[in-house]
């Protein structure tokens, strides 16, 4: 049985405390380990996840309070955006995309791209939001501001006109694959072995099939698999409304880009099989999951806010199809579902499962890793072994999800760990020792810091401020 190196009112006590790498470090591990005790929203960016994950009873609280904050972080800010994808929307969500509105500096800072794309995926974005979010000069997210543009448009019933300028500017800077990105931003499916797919008719098949319905009338086509492509999206979008349908309508009004092969008929197929047409006299055969846990498992449609939230507050009665979707292989959206029912069951069939999920993998997406390092909260005494293990991958799960499992048996087997040659789980191996809150790690911190860049030295600061003392590593 895991002896804990700290109680509640340790964490209690740090998370009443001065702000800083301590009192994240215990709001963090209240929402893991007494989530009705959990009241403040970590600032540090990359624990977010885990709290949406843990999603303690208080989490919206907490997180409308952090956006209170100034000067506010763009950690916060860009946590906001990410309520949607774990299932947390609020029924009302007035008072939280209040307090996003309110956030907003209108003044170029990053945060407002992502309190706009908040608002855009909780269906509040207007222009103020849009206007705040135009002046925001990131090239690294340069698919934010189209994604609240169509939105914001699509409000106005003008989703058309300002797909048509997106397109427009996609084609003219030469970059077709960034549909590919806007759809994923609006949470639509692109399921990738469509890629493999020749024929449009059959990927369209697919894309209905995926959406629970069956095959869409189209008339036979002749020509080139692109003229038939264009065809079958036309046919497939017509009387489809909302901005993903504008934006594949819009782009295949051009030459279809070869890049896309066949996954526009996937898509205009998902989505016209989810619209209200689809229960129109000649889509008789529409057979759309009526339960959200299933719909989101198997049906991908995970990207749906609202679908998403409703699968959440039933994820608890349905753990066999949970396991049965763990067996097959689920996406982020299934194990944020999983760990959901978890938490809520203490059905530890679960766990491991959503462990193999991650696999090692340093490069896994957020939620995947949240996801991972919440379910090891529930099984730690799993995790000493995949720290003394032999296999690379299980020890990089290890360190990953360790540094939320402070056991005694934990911190005797990271002990033993050999320092990671790769500089991520090296500074993941860093990050998991400072987390231990122990003595015991001030060596190795030591020894291996004082080789490693600024980058690295979050750790440190982590280790001093729960050990109250300077590490011996230089300035």
């Not at 999603?55 to 000067?71: F, M, W, Y």
């Not at 526009?264 to 989810?274: D, E, M, N, Q």
């Not at 750790?459 to 230089?474: C, D, F, I, P, W």
């Amino acid at each position: 049985m895991a002896t804990w190196l700290h109680d509640v009112d340790v964490y209690v006590s740090l998370a009443e405390g001065e702000a800083g790498p301590a009192r994240d470090w215990a709001q963090t591990r209240l929402a893991l380990y007494a989530p009705e005790r959990f009241t403040a929203f970590p600032d540090d960016a990359r624990l977010h996840d885990v709290v949406f994950a843990a999603a303690p009873p208080n989490v919206s609280a907490a997180l409308i309070a952090a956006l209170g904050r100034r000067p506010l972080s763009e950690g916060i800010a860009s946590a906001a955006s990410a309520v949607g994808v774990y299932g947390l929307a609020p029924e009302d969500p007035a008072t939280l995309c209040a307090a996003m509105t309110a956030a907003l500096r209108d003044d170029g800072s990053e945060g407002d791209l992502w309190l706009a794309y908040g608002l855009s995926n909780l269906g509040r974005a207007d222009g103020r939001a849009l206007a705040a979010a135009a002046k925001v000069d990131a090239e690294t997210y340069d698919w934010v501001l189209p994604v609240v543009l169509i939105r914001v448009a699509d409000a106005m019933g003008a989703a058309d006109e300002a797909a048509k300028e997106i397109v427009a500017q996609m084609f003219a800077d030469k970059r077709p694959m960034r549909l590919l990105a806007l759809l994923a931003a609006m949470g639509i499916p692109l399921p990738t072995h469509v890629w493999r797919t020749k024929e449009p008719e059959e990927a369209a098949r697919f894309g209905a099939a995926l959406a629970h319905h069956g095959p869409f009338p189209l008339k036979t086509m002749h020509g080139s698999a692109r003229r038939r492509l264009q065809a079958v999206v036309k046919s497939l979008l017509t009387n489809v409304t909302g901005p993903a349908a504008a934006l594949v309508r819009q782009a295949l009004a051009h030459e279809p880009a070869p890049e896309w092969g066949m996954l526009p008929a996937a898509v205009a197929a998902w989505l016209r099989a989810r619209s209200p047409v689809a229960h129109e006299g000649h889509d008789h055969d529409h057979d759309h999951s009526s339960d959200p846990v299933h719909d989101v498992l198997f049906h991908a449609a995970g990207g749906d806010t609202t679908r998403m939230t409703e699968a959440r507050r039933r994820a608890a009665d349905n753990v066999a199809l949970l396991l049965e979707a763990l067996a097959e292989g689920s996406d982020s959206n299934g194990l944020v579902l999983a760990v959901a029912a978890l938490r809520a069951t203490q059905d530890l069939r679960l766990a491991e499962p959503i462990l193999r999920a991650h696999g090692g993998d340093p490069d896994r997406d957020l939620r995947t890793a949240a996801c991972a390092c919440v379910a090891a909260a529930s099984v730690p005494d799993l995790i000493p072994a995949l720290l003394a293990s032999p296999d690379a991958h299980k020890r990089n799960l290890g360190l990953i999800v360790g540094e939320f499992v402070p056991t005694q048996e934990v911190l005797a087997a990271l002990l033993e760990v050999a320092v990671p040659a790769d500089p991520a789980m090296r500074r993941q191996y860093l990050q998991t020792l400072a987390a231990m809150g122990d003595n015991s790690v001030v060596p190795l911190l030591e020894a291996v810091l004082v080789g490693e860049p600024a980058g690295f030295h979050a750790s440190r600061a982590l280790a001093e401020a729960l050990l109250h003392r300077k590490l011996a590593v230089g300035a």
